[in-house]
Structure formats: C-alpha cells, structure tokens
C-alpha cells in the first residue's frame, strides 16, 4: 500500500498513524507539508527511518519549503514520473 502523508507532523497526526497502521512492505510519500517530516535529524525523520518502510519525497514541495538538500539521505526524492510510478506499483492508497 502507497501511504501519502500530506500535512505536517506538527500540526496533525497523521505521521503517528500512518506509522501505526502501515505494514512493513508499504511505502510513504511526503508530500505538500508532509515533506517536513523528512527533515534530516528531526524525530519523525528517525521514526520514519526506523519503520524499515521506503520514504519518498516529492521535489517540488521540497523545494516550494526551502528543504531541498536538507532531507535524510535515506529519503528518495522523486518528481511527478515518480510519484506516477508509485501509484501504479500500489493498488491502494492511504491518504494522510
């Protein structure tokens, strides 16, 4: 399952219950104000690291919030190709 984390951890729950129900073989991408949540050494950046789930972020909103370059390098960084591959390789999705 894709799970899509559009708001940010700091203002919503989101993160917290996408780590809770997600599954190990799930993947996440960060987007809008999701893509604070892959600040590199914030605490949900080390939450996301430890789930063991792949993390993607959207370029564009990294870069629309001045945090291109500062997201954890075990953060993929994807444009709207990639993001499109994404939700072809997942039947569902989960929006956060």
């Known amino acids: 399952m894709l799970h899509t984390l559009h708001t940010s951890p700091f203002n919503h729950s989101g993160i917290s219950l996408c780590l809770r129900y997600a599954r190990p073989e799930s993947e996440i991408l960060l987007l809008e104000d999701g893509v604070i949540a892959g600040i590199s050494g914030s605490?949900?950046?080390?939450?996301?690291k430890?789930?063991?789930?792949?993390?993607y972020a959207l370029d564009v909103d990294l870069k629309a919030r001045g945090l291109m370059g500062k997201v954890d390098k075990n953060i993929q960084i994807i444009d709207f190709e990639g993001f499109v591959s994404l939700t072809e390789r997942h039947a569902t999705q989960l929006k956060w």
Not at 43 to 48: A, F, G, I, N, R
Not at 50 to 55: C, D, H, L
């Open 50 to 55: 430890t789930s063991g789930m792949k993390v």
């Open 43 to 48: 605490l949900w950046q080390e939450k996301l």
